[in-house]
């Protein structure tokens, strides 16, 4: 379970998946705890438009039933004229005002009944069992506003004015009911709304993590396989992005890097073939030198026997001389080419080292765009969030104003007829408040995507600083392993140039051997004389072979070493 997760963190577009399903879901339960919050706040707001209305309905269906002469409380029976204009007022009142019900009820004598109920047939005397809200009314005397309930006729919210008999006390009310089913159909609607956006944004946004991570993380694991395998010698390994971005940049300069890197390494593998080669005919040189030496020694003992074998001993000599001097200048020029070689594998070298250290400049300026890319994030985050309160203050000032526009809408209602004008003008007050409101809550609606969108900027910026970091540790890598072969390099070059002085001497000494062979022949009656010259030759041919030995043993030492430096990289499949 534990290497299943390191192993889906340690992706890039995982993480980027991980981060945006994290913000999805913090921006999900915060958009649905306001939501809930502005569900509730509906709510009550739609209660109070209720509550308001009953209240204006109630005082004109008062002003309405006063106007008809006679006390209600005191109709005998369905066909009296008090009973008749009554209930005609009552019908044209709940069609007028489109209301559910409106009535007057009667406790007198302490029989609970019906006086008036609008739209019903043989209403008047039936038997009505009041309410605790009725009866509250009436025991305070005072207009009473329910709850919203519901019943089996459905949901309802209802106000009571009580009403006083001709002896002056409260027996009956004036009762209005409205249907109130619209305010938790409103609550419940908005609960589906805001499952359904949940749902919808989680969706969408899971969608556009995984194809937004795909897209970043696809050139940076190439570009990461890339390096390891040319971290581990593969210099076969190609990169092929195409983007004109600072990814895209840095491929294309590790394709330079890669390429100079196969050039380097293929001229080294060439340059120490070569110096195996030239090590092995310095050896048969070598073979030869002792073999001639030798025989020097040997006319060197024979030289009593007589002048004529003294004279082809000579003779002998100087054509081994001869070759020996013809072999070792075949070997300088090799050297000398070796040396050239040596000297640009060591230009390339160098180059290769700058292109790297440029690299790792680029990969510097693309941090440093990086971490300019997240502040100016942050900022835009933090206007946002002064919009956010602006659009609070927004909000609170049309709240006030449709409240003080309904409260101006009651006033003129208890006027009159004379306060009709002045309720026009609370009306679209009011109307202009909603849509200030409105207008409040969908700049709220942008600015909280705009949130979301500036979280996911940052996040993306972030996770490619991750990216970059890891590329820069990378090239790094690469330029130390760079130092290290052209500081091999340099000793080649330098050991080369060693190897060249020797064989300038070696060639000096063979030289001198060839002059004292002429020199022999010419005074071959000076045969003491030209012994000691003879034996002095064979001595400084004796140093001069020790010389070759010994830079036949470095350039085969330092030909072995390159062999094998180059051996760990593989230049193509």
Not at 117 to 130: K, Q, V
Not at 487 to 499: M, P, W, Y
């Amino acid at each position: 379970m534990n290497k299943l997760k390191k192993k889906l963190t340690g992706h890039i577009s995982v993480k980027i998946m991980l981060g945006v399903a994290l913000v999805l879901i913090i921006t999900i339960a915060c958009f649905s705890a306001i939501f809930n919050v502005i569900s509730k706040d509906l709510s009550e707001q739609l209660k109070q438009q209720f509550e308001n209305r009953l209240y204006t309905d109630i005082h004109l269906a008062e002003s309405q039933i006063n106007r008809i002469e006679g006390n209600k409380l005191n109709i005998t029976s369905a066909d009296s004229d008090l009973y008749q204009e009554t209930r005609k007022a009552l019908d044209e009142l709940k069609k007028k005002n489109k209301l559910e019900n409106i009535y007057i009820l009667s406790n007198q004598g302490g029989k609970e009944r019906i006086i008036a109920l609008s739209d019903t047939e043989n209403d008047f005397g039936t038997a009505y069992a009041f309410s605790s809200d009725m009866k509250k009314a009436i025991a305070d005397n005072k207009t009473m506003v329910s709850d919203v309930y519901q019943d089996k006729y459905g949901i309802h919210q209802s106000i009571f004015l009580p009403l006083t008999d001709d002896s002056g006390e409260q027996t009956g009310i004036l009762g209005i009911d409205l249907d109130a089913s619209v305010i938790p159909k409103t609550a419940e609607k908005a609960q589906w709304y805001t499952l359904g956006i949940s749902l919808f944004v989680i969706l969408i946004g899971m969608l556009m993590a995984y194809f937004l991570g795909t897209y970043i993380a696809k050139p940076i694991r190439q570009l990461m396989k890339a390096s390891e395998k040319i971290a581990d010698g593969d210099l076969s390994a190609e990169v092929s992005v195409k983007s004109s971005d600072e990814v895209g940049k840095l491929a294309a300069s590790f394709e330079r890097m890669s390429d100079n890197l196969r050039r380097l390494i293929g001229h080294i593998s060439a340059s120490s073939q070569e110096v195996s080669n030239t090590s092995l005919q310095l050896k048969n040189v070598s073979s030869e030198s002792s073999e001639s030496a030798a025989q020097v020694a040997e006319s060197m003992n024979s030289m009593s026997e007589g002048i004529n074998e003294v004279v082809s001993s000579v003779t002998d000599c100087h054509t081994s001389a001869a070759e020996i001097d013809k072999q070792i200048s075949h070997v300088t020029d090799k050297v000398n080419e070796m040396k050239q070689v040596a000297e640009g594998v060591s230009k390339d070298s160098k180059t290769g080292q700058e292109l790297v250290e440029e690299t790792l400049q680029q990969t510097n300026t693309i941090k440093n765009v990086m971490e300019e890319s997240k502040q100016a994030a942050q900022d835009m985050h933090n206007h946002t969030e002064e919009i956010e309160k602006v659009i609070g203050m927004i909000s609170s000032i049309a709240e006030q104003t449709n409240l003080l526009a309904l409260n101006a809408s009651i006033e003129a209602a208890r006027v009159g007829e004379e306060g009709q004008g002045f309720a026009v003008v609370a009306g679209e007050v009011r109307k202009l408040s909603e849509r200030s409101a409105e207008a409040a809550l969908s700049v709220s609606q942008l600015v909280a995507g705009t949130q979301e969108s500036s979280r996911l900027v940052m996040e993306r910026i972030h996770e490619g600083s991750e990216a970059v970091d890891k590329g820069q540790i990378l090239i790094n890598g690469t330029y130390e392993n760079f130092s290290g072969i052209f500081q091999g390099i340099s000793q080649f070059a330098e050991r080369t140039d060693q190897l060249l002085q020797s064989l300038l001497k070696v060639k000096e000494s063979y030289q001198n051997i060839s002059s004292a062979m002429e020199q022999i022949s010419a005074v071959t009656e000076e045969q003491a004389a030209g012994s000691e010259e003879v034996a002095a030759a064979a001595e400084q041919q004796s140093a001069g072979m020790q010389e070759i030995a010994s830079a036949i043993e470095q350039l085969s030492s330092l030909s072995e070493e390159l062999k094998e430096a180059a051996s760990r990289f593989k230049l193509a499949e």
